[in-house]
């Protein structure tokens, strides 16, 4: 008996039983975000925000990009992504008057205008590394 169906699904419920994973799938639906920009908005430190990711990742619910020493996260493209639109849209209609995720969505529109390179240098200053 074959339950592959059966282990994603589960691996995908347990990747949205946490808050900040369901707040990061709801940033990127807006599009490729560093995780710098992610690490912004939810106030979150590097560790919390990769393991996130990682965990996302792992269920499929998000793609990566590497590009030298950063990180971009997107949701999946293709056949994948249209096997996710209705989750998507129900987390969408779900949480459309939900005040963190628009604290996050007016939040997100101010870190995309600063560059990420002088978001991390802050991030880093703040964290007390140089």
């Known amino acids: 008996m074959n339950h592959q169906a059966l282990r994603d699904t589960l691996r995908i419920t347990k990747a949205l039983a946490d808050v900040q994973r369901v707040r990061i799938l709801m940033l990127l639906q807006g599009g490729e975000l560093c995780v710098c920009q992610i690490m912004e908005v939810l106030g979150l430190a590097p560790s919390t925000?990769?393991?996130?990711?990682?965990?996302?990742?792992?269920?499929?619910?998000?793609?990566?990009?590497?590009?030298?020493?950063?990180?971009?996260f997107q949701l999946p493209g293709g056949a994948a992504r249209a096997a996710l639109r209705p989750l998507l849209q129900w987390l969408?209609?779900?949480?459309?008057?939900?005040?963190?995720?628009?604290?996050?969505?007016?939040?997100?529109?101010?870190?995309?205008?600063?560059?990420?390179?002088?978001?991390a240098r802050q991030q880093r200053r703040r964290l007390g590394k140089t």
Do not use: E, F, M, N
Request: proline share 4%; with cysteine.
């Open 49 to 72: 925000v990769s393991k996130h990711l990682a965990l996302l990742h792992a269920a499929g619910l998000v793609d990566v990009r590497k590009a030298g020493r950063w990180a971009y």
């Open 92 to 119: 969408q209609t779900t949480l459309a008057g939900d005040d963190a995720i628009g604290a996050d969505a007016q939040k997100l529109h101010k870190v995309v205008a600063c560059p990420p390179l002088k978001l």
